[in-house]
């Protein structure tokens, strides 16, 4: 093992060699810099990362700790005190954030060192990262292709293996989706087990931080690091945090799976509905007992979300108003203008098109038509999961229709790119939690390989069941092993 190939490891496997002295935490990062140096030039995952600032703190960081040296890669809306902190907008260029998040103190604490500030959609809202104001990421695997989104940077950066790990977003399939178009592990934690203190909020119904590893276990531990109760966030819940290791290397013996019927629709690719459904096969043979379950109101599931998400949106970005943060109008001649033309120039289009739907549907006369019906259909939406959770652990579905999209092919059809996340945004709408893992490979018309997600859900804090069952499929398949080719820059 050389210093180069220090970056292909997983969390996991960089603890320990950190743990055994063989690299230092600052060779680890060296090496990580090095490799980000050589191609994140061809995916444009990184916004900005302060090498100096992580130097500083891999040269103290503890290695008996259970992340100690790790460097770990933070989506560009989590504040890390002194960082800029962007949300890849406008509207918050050169904004630096004056203090630190609780999941950013909770990592520090196990020893990590955050690092990096990650592409993604602007204020999280998109589903292939080409709503960021900075810059377009693109798919290691294809880089005609996106990586998906809104974290797609971050997913992007592991795939691609310029971060040991990161922790994203999640309102509506945030995390799970960039990780299965990316080939990686995702997961979403319940509606409540992480912080969001620190978090520049969206939807604050639905958001939830979480982590985008190479493997289960990796997710397992960052999982460890960053859940638990804050007294700074009032949604977070009390409930004792357990050791998301613990069951890893459980046998599926006496596990039930849900099959949802309504998830197996017209419009899945083929190759990705053939890969789920072997895995589905293959997590038979390895213990579980496959149910067919329902879920009634799926169709339901996306309208509901961007009522819900947008009115949300609405109200949460109304904070920027070039008073406070960020970008501000100049030459304005009356206080309205100010507003006006600081937010006009400041949001780009797709954040507009939210504030407008989400400032529409919550407007005197069409609030009870649009928001109040959502928020009755929300909760319908969560007793089907209810019910499903009393005949089963756990549900199984596709994380995504389709595989990784070229560029530019879904931007000028909104309702096209929304529909990215069917099998997401009801996972958010009830708060439960939810994993996307490699489960096999379609061919692209150039013979590319394109990662393909298998969804794994769970009922509200369950996530160790839920890395068990992910942890004993990984572990009986191959597809986390392949890596996407890519040659460094010439130099
Ligand atoms: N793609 C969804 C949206 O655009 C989900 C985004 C997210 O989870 N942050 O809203």
Redesign the pocket.
Known sequence: MTKGDLPALSIAELADLLRRREFSPTEALGALEDRINAVDGKIGAYLAHDLAAATAEAEKADVSLPLGGIPIAIKDLINVEGQQCTCASKILRGYRAPYSATVIKKLRAHGAIPFGRMNM?EF????STENSSAQITRNPWDLSRVPG???GGSAAAVAADIAFGAVG???????R?PAALSGIVGFKPSYGRVSRFGLVA??SS??QIGPLTKTVHDSALLMNAIAGHDSHDSTSLNAPVPDYTKNLGRDLKGIRIGLAKEYMIEGIEPAVKSAVMTAVKQLGSLGAEIVEVSLPHTDYAISV??VL?TAEASANLARFDGVRYGHRAEKVSSLFEHYARSRAEGFGAEVKRRIILGTYVLSSGYYDAYYLRAQKVRELIRQDFVRAFEKVEALVSPTSPSTAFKLGEKTTDPLQ??L??IF??AA?LAGICGISLPCGFAQSESGKKLPIGLQLLGKTLDEARIFQIAHAYEQGTDWHKTRPALEPMAA
């Open positions: 959609d999280a809202m998109g589903s989104g809104s974290s977003t999640d309102t509506g399939g945030s995390i989706q969206f939807a639905l958001d979300y961007y998400a790119m929304y990215a996340d997401t945004n958010n």
